[in-house]
């Protein structure tokens, strides 16, 4: 009976905490800037959204870190590095999510579990980007994994995105998601959380301020609601101020982030704050322009 109970439980974990972090994981920001803003795929917005948002900035290859945690204490780390290849612009990421505490508990209550178990999720990729007359087209190519306890499945996807530049400041941009296939995990294949994103934005300037200005609707099988996003990214200078709101039908979700860049340091720190009470998500992200 013990044994059984054990068993049950054992998939309960497995189908809660394995397809949450392992497929959810895609849906997670990947830099401050994304938490804070929003993931916006128009114009300026976030390339990890939209490949076509690839872009060398300036003359220099640029190297960001990401550190920080999502819901559920869930630690999220990432590396990310865009150059130039050609006439592309191309992106070099890995980005890791897991969580090393997960306890196995029966029914009665005991200071000690019965095991100590983690979970993980992992992804590299590449993605290059093109402008033409028509407009940015991108595409992005990835490697997955994940697992939890002595289980784990691995798999292959793709985003591809297109963006452009409209008149009186207006940019526009459209993106599909996480394409692709995994291999079985505990006899089940994980789903991939496909998503298409479509939004417009607005840059504005008075005086020495400059803003820009994020409406996005997006829609994904993992998430059955449609969310409407709405972000704000004003600039001083070298200092960074950012606001991101969300909404479905079924809860709202606000962020906040700010920072400053000094030479070819910048540093940016985000939170998120939703209606569901189940932690604050936070990421520290640090840029770095290499000469």
């Known amino acids: 009976r013990l044994i059984f109970k ?15 972090l392992g497929t959810s994981f895609l849906l997670y920001p990947q830099s ?6 929003g993931s916006h795929p128009s114009l300026g917005g ?10 060398q900035k300036n003359a220099s290859p640029i190297f960001y870190m990401n550190s920080g945690s999502w819901l559920g204490d869930i630690s999220l780390t990432g590396l990310n590095y865009v150059h130039k290849v050609g006439s592309y612009d191309n992106r070099l990421f890995l980005r890791q999510a897991d969580v090393s505490d997960l306890e196995f508990r029966g ?3 005991s200071d000690e579990p019965i095991s100590k178990f983690s979970a993980y999720a992992f992804q590299l990729g590449s993605g290059i980007s093109r402008a033409n007359r028509f407009g940015n087209f991108g595409i992005m190519f990835s490697y997955l994994s994940m697992g939890i306890y002595d289980q784990h499945a691995n ?14 400041g207006f940019g526009m941009g459209f993106a599909i998601l996480n394409l692709g296939s995994m291999s ?27 803003n820009k200005i994020y409406l996005t609707a997006e829609s994904s099988t993992k998430i059955s609601p449609t969310k409407f996003k709405l972000g704000t990214d004003l600039f001083w200078g ?3 101020f950012l606001t991101g709101y969300s909404m479905t039908k079924h809860d709202t979700e606000f962020s906040i982030g700010g ?3 000094y030479g070819r340091l910048g540093i940016m720190y985000a939170t998120k704050i939703g209606t569901q009470e189940i932690g604050e998500p936070k990421i520290l992200s640090i840029i770095y322009t290499i000469l």
């Open 32 to 37: 401050a800037y994304e938490l804070a803003l």
């Open 46 to 55: 976030s390339e990890s959204v939209n490949p076509s948002l690839i872009k």
């Open 259 to 261: 920072g400053f860049s």
């Open 238 to 240: 070298s200092f960074h």
């Open 107 to 109: 029914d009665s209550p």
């Open 184 to 210: 079985s995990l505990y006899k089940q294949r994980p789903k991939l959380p496909t998503m298409i994103s479509a939004g417009i934005s607005k840059y504005l300037e008075l005086s020495n301020l400059k």
């Open 155 to 168: 798999g292959f996807l793709f985003d591809i995105g297109y963006s452009k530049s409209l008149d009186n």
């Open 6 to 20: 054990f068993f049950l439980l054992a998939i309960c974990l497995f189908q809660s905490i394995t397809f949450s």
